[in-house]
């Protein structure tokens, strides 16, 4: 089994930052595919973010390109979205995602927060 634990959330300004952390813990050395994603009350989840554990390949959305950043600590075990020039849009729960295979996710976390205030 695998656990992910997310943190970071709250509420921040309209152009403002955050870091979202994913805690990775149990059976994580084969989970080789991380992911951020997001949902809105009423709303499907949606695709955010992702990397390649082993090798660092990251993709985004192209709603949050050019201002969040996925990136991975091997010594934590945590992989993390730093999130800059928010907008009120980007309020919603974030959710963090892991799988064995690239982009296919089998294993997600409790989610977190996030409110951005205009």
């Known amino acids: 089994q695998v656990q992910l634990v997310e943190s970071g959330g709250g509420l921040v300004q309209a152009g403002g930052s955050l870091r979202l952390s994913c805690a990775r813990s149990?059976?994580?050395?084969?989970?080789?595919?991380m992911g951020w994603f997001r949902q809105a009350p009423g709303k499907e989840r949606e695709f955010v973010a992702t990397?390649?554990?082993?090798?660092?390949?990251?993709d985004y959305a192209d709603s949050v390109k050019g201002r969040f950043t996925i990136s991975r600590d091997n010594a934590e075990n945590t992989v993390y979205l730093q999130m800059n020039s928010m907008k009120p849009e980007d309020t919603v729960v974030y959710y963090c995602?892991?799988?064995?295979?690239?982009?296919?996710?089998?294993?997600w976390g409790q989610g977190t927060q996030v409110t951005v205030s205009s």
């Open positions: 149990g059976l994580t050395s084969s989970m080789d595919s």
């Open positions: 995602a892991a799988g064995r295979r690239w982009r296919q996710f089998e294993y």
């Open positions: 990397i390649r554990w082993s090798v660092g390949i990251r």
